[in-house]
């Protein structure tokens, strides 16, 4: 049995397809299961059993001899969410949680962190576990997430494989239920489709033009690859970078989904919302060297070919990985 946490969610659902193609079909999907939009992204998924997250833990000790891997990526993912009693619960001592049975019933965990940690960024994007004391998140969802990683890794006892990612900007299928925390390719196929054009955030940063506001984006795809290779790869223990390693402009992926529907650019500005607009990364990039010199190896989707492949493969057609 392979146990997906988040199995409902967009990176969740996604896994389970690349596991299901792989003919890996024991799958225990674990979630809350109340939002019949998210429910949609695990139909036609092959799954063993739908356990409820608050009694996922009594199902574990009950059944924690057939279980041979962890991915933990469920999580409050709304990052203005600002109830930090909710955020512990659900990222920081629900982890713990998943953590200590992994320990206590020797699985393998792959676990769900967050480039949110990094902070507006002046320390930089190395996976360096060293460096994770002196991050400073920008809202309490990273500081969850930056909470959890510092734990971990300060742990003496650990799982015999485990890997923490850092997902830095993930958009493809499966995110119709995320609302505003929908990547911004969904937002801008969906306004383009509505209004012909799209308007961005302007900058509120003299160092960036409007629109040059640069961010790593990486296909669900590629992160769900990482995640699939990691469960065979079992060592080098840490903490990972999942990123494309290239920065590109927010210009650079609206443009990309006019050139995927064929259709005119027509781009504007707005001012960003007063609620985020100081805790705004204005830049991020994954340095990718780490997961490189474990051995992965595999290429990751240039934005352009990302992008046309989700517009055009499941935006235009309302489907689902």
Request: charged letters at 30%.
């Amino acid at each position: 049995m392979i146990v997906v946490t988040g199995a409902a969610g967009f990176i969740g659902s996604c896994l389970i397809s690349k596991l299901n193609e792989e003919n890996f079909n024991s799958i225990i999907a674990v979630d809350k299961f109340d939002t019949p939009e998210k429910n949609k992204n695990l139909e036609g998924k092959k799954v063993q059993k739908k356990i409820d997250r608050e009694k996922f833990e009594s199902w574990l000790d009950q059944n924690q001899h057939e279980v041979e891997f962890i991915f933990h990526l469920g999580a409050r993912t709304d990052t203005t969410e600002f109830d930090r009693d909710l955020l512990d619960k659900l990222n920081t001592s629900y982890s713990k949680m998943v953590w200590l049975k992994c320990i206590e019933y020797q699985i393998p965990l792959v676990y769900a962190s967050s480039a949110a940690t990094y902070g507006i960024g002046d320390k930089g994007y190395d996976d360096n576990e060293e460096v994770i004391f002196d991050l400073k998140p920008l809202n309490p969802y990273g500081d969850s997430k930056n909470d959890f990683d510092k734990w971990a890794v300060k742990q003496d006892k650990k799982p015999f494989f485990w890997a923490g990612l850092k997902f830095f900007n993930v958009y493809g299928p499966n995110e119709y239920h995320k609302g505003r925390m929908a990547s911004v390719v969904y937002h801008a196929y969906n306004q383009i489709k509505k209004t012909g054009g799209m308007k961005l955030f302007r900058s509120h940063n003299p160092d960036f033009k409007d629109g040059q506001q640069m961010r790593d984006f990486i296909y669900v795809d590629d992160v769900v690859n990482i995640c699939y290779w990691l469960m065979h790869h079992r060592k080098n223990s840490g903490l990972y970078n999942v990123g494309s390693g290239q920065a590109r402009t927010f210009l650079d992926l609206v443009k990309a989904v006019f050139s995927a529907l064929n259709t005119t650019e027509k781009i504007g500005f707005i001012d960003t919302p007063e609620d985020i607009r100081d805790k705004y990364q204005y830049f991020t990039e994954a340095n990718m060297s780490k997961l490189r010199s474990i051995g992965y190896d595999k290429e990751f989707h240039k934005l352009e070919e990302g992008v046309k492949e989700y517009v055009c493969s499941f935006l235009e057609s309302n489907t689902y990985q």
